[in-house]
């Protein structure tokens, strides 16, 4: 009796076991466990295989398991197992199956798609939408990102974007009803790099906003970020100058720039944002104030020009000068004027450099 009781407990643990081990749930954790795995491995050796080309290492275990959340009866629980894999489809920037997870959400639950969002992946980058917004609106954002990349290409040069090299920036915008914080740099992720951005308007996007939230600067300023931080986590070494400066750089390159006429359409922050307007009010070089940041890097952009900034940042970051705090590029001024010293050629650059950066 006593046996075939504890047989009977033994198979039903055994059933259910085999039961969770099929359930959507389990599927979801294994497919996401897989690509958790791939991003890891990738971080320790960052940079030598590009996101798209990592996406060809899910394994077929991985892939099945998905398959069959995908072909899963509607349930709370199939809702909840397709968001975790669509986030965990968007961690590999996998767009393909991302919208195939999208669309069975919609099927199995109308409002959890809201949760999840949409996204678009461009080479560098990935826009991720959360909210209603009309159809076109991420491919035109993308387009956006993608002209001030280029701009940022043109007057800077930096090569590496993401923190973790190979892996496309991404950007989250949320619609909201009111915009009541700055878009934001998230340095917490680890696995990329990642800016956050309120807007408000679900139709297009179009800068400044009714209330003079200058969104499209604000993008230019965070990606200035992205490149480098200074200081450490306590101190900011720039007093927040530096994100400021390519930022406004790089709107005023797009605003007289022909080509980006198009773009810059609705995009109107030129005419509040740009480096003839810091110039006006530049103060003395130095080290103490943002102000005082501001105009060392505007000198150190007319002395020694920005491609001469960017080619020293590249320089940083081959080198693996400065430290790191969960992967983000943290460096110190000091560090920028040995790298502009190993990079410029030019004897009057150089000291021209070093009367501004001592
Ligand atoms: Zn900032």
Redesign the pocket.
């Known amino acids: 009796m006593r046996t075939t009781l504890s047989a009977i407990v033994l198979l039903t643990t055994l059933c259910l076991h085999v039961l969770s081990a099929a359930s959507p749930a389990s599927d979801a954790a294994r497919y996401a466990a897989a690509i958790d795995q791939i991003n890891a491995a990738h971080l320790r050796k960052p940079g030598r295989v590009t996101e798209d080309e990592l996406r060809g290492q899910i394994p077929q275990t991985a892939l099945r398991a998905l398959d069959r959340v995908l072909k899963a009866r509607p349930s709370p629980e199939t809702a909840d197992a397709l968001l975790k894999c669509g986030e965990a489809a968007l961690d590999l920037a996998d767009m393909e199956r991302f919208q195939r997870i999208r669309e069975r959400l919609q099927q199995v639950d109308p409002d959890r798609p809201d949760r999840i969002g949409d996204a678009v992946a461009r080479d560098r980058f990935l826009v991720r939408g959360i909210g209603d917004f009309e159809a076109g609106y991420l491919n035109e954002f993308a387009n956006v990102t993608e002209a001030i990349l280029e701009a940022y290409d043109e007057v800077f040069g930096f090569k590496e974007w993401s923190k973790v090299a190979g892996k496309k920036i991404r950007i989250r915008i949320h619609l909201v009803p009111e915009i009541t914080r700055p878009p934001h740099f998230a340095p917490q992720y680890p696995y990329h790099s990642e800016i956050d951005m309120p807007v408000v308007d679900d139709s297009e996007f179009r800068s400044p906003t009714p209330k003079g939230q200058m969104m499209f600067y604000g993008l230019c300023?965070?990606l200035g970020?992205l490149i480098a931080m200074w200081g450490d986590r306590d101190t900011m070494e720039d007093h927040?100058a530096w994100?400021h400066y390519t930022g406004v750089t790089i709107v005023e390159h797009m605003s007289v720039t022909p080509k980006y006429r198009g773009v810059l359409e609705k995009l109107r922050d030129a005419q509040w944002r740009s480096l003839s307007l810091e110039r006006r009010n530049q103060g003395e070089p130095s080290m103490t104030d943002r102000a005082g940041v501001l105009a060392t890097l505007i000198r150190l952009h007319d002395v020694a020009g920005p491609r001469s900034i960017g080619a020293a940042l590249n320089y940083m970051e081959k080198e693996a000068m400065g430290h790191r705090i969960n992967h983000v590029r943290y460096y110190r001024f000091k560090d920028l004027r040995q790298a502009l010293d190993q990079t410029i050629d030019d004897r009057q650059t150089k000291a021209a450099v070093g009367e501004v950066l001592p």
């Open positions: 300023h965070e970020h927040h994100a």
